[in-house]
T-cell receptor, first 113, second 107 residues
């Protein structure tokens, strides 16, 4: 069974609204989780590293005020896409894992109208 | 940052053929992971290699870690349509992936 749960799997929203995506580790505690976005037919692009109890580390070019990350517990990280616009439409995926192994969520497909 | 290069980026073959995809870097890894991603889903871990020269087999998939631990290969024997997907490698705890190899196996 899945060891990392991501919710929702699919969301449609209007331009200007905010969307929250959850990532949960089910069988282990995760002090670090990773957030990615993926455009069609492309690889995963790391957006940020989510750190439990502290600020997330964002990759170069990723707006931290646009993509808010909260990692308030050892089993939950959330990514909020604020004031979403059509160009934010993408497939968002999280990962977490014990030590050197990473397990991925099933992804969230965001469509901004 | 450990830059990973994967090749080829696209590969389309007939069912039953063999293929090899590569993951190369100028950096040394203590471990390297291979994943496969199917459309609309998250990547699934296939294998982790940790020892230089190591060879791991997973049914028709053979993974090899280079002696210098800078590169790895994935060989698929008698490919099947179910092998279709995006194959990704990642090294150590640096979770930045290469561009991946998008494999299509035609029946």
């Amino acid at each position: 069974g899945a060891v990392v749960s991501q919710h929702p799997s699919w969301v449609i929203c209007k331009s200007g609204t905010s969307v929250k995506i959850e990532c949960r580790s089910l069988d282990f505690q995760a002090t670090t989780m990773f957030w990615y976005r993926q455009f069609p037919k492309q690889s995963l692009m790391l957006m940020a590293t989510s750190n439990e109890g502290s600020k997330a580390t964002y990759e170069q070019g990723v707006e931290k005020d646009k993509f808010l990350i909260n990692h308030a517990s050892l089993t939950l990280s959330t990514l909020t896409v604020t004031s979403a616009h059509p160009e934010d439409s993408s497939f968002y995926i999280c990962s977490a894992g014990p030590k050197d192994i990473q397990y991925f969520g099933a992804g969230t497909r965001l469509s901004v109208l | 940052t450990q830059l990973l290069e994967q090749s080829p980026q696209f590969l389309s073959i007939q069912e039953g053929e063999n293929l090899t995809v590569y993951c190369n870097s100028s950096s040394v890894f203590s471990s390297l992971q291979w994943y496969r991603q199917e459309p609309g889903e998250g990547p699934v871990l296939l294998v982790t290699v940790v020892t230089g020269g190591e060879v791991k087999k997973l049914k028709r998939l053979t993974f090899q870690f280079g002696d210098a631990r800078k590169d790895s290969s994935l060989h698929i024997t008698a490919a099947q349509p179910g092998d279709t997907g995006l194959y990704l490698c990642a090294g150590n705890n640096d979770m930045r992936f290469g561009a991946g190899t998008r494999l299509t196996v035609k029946p």
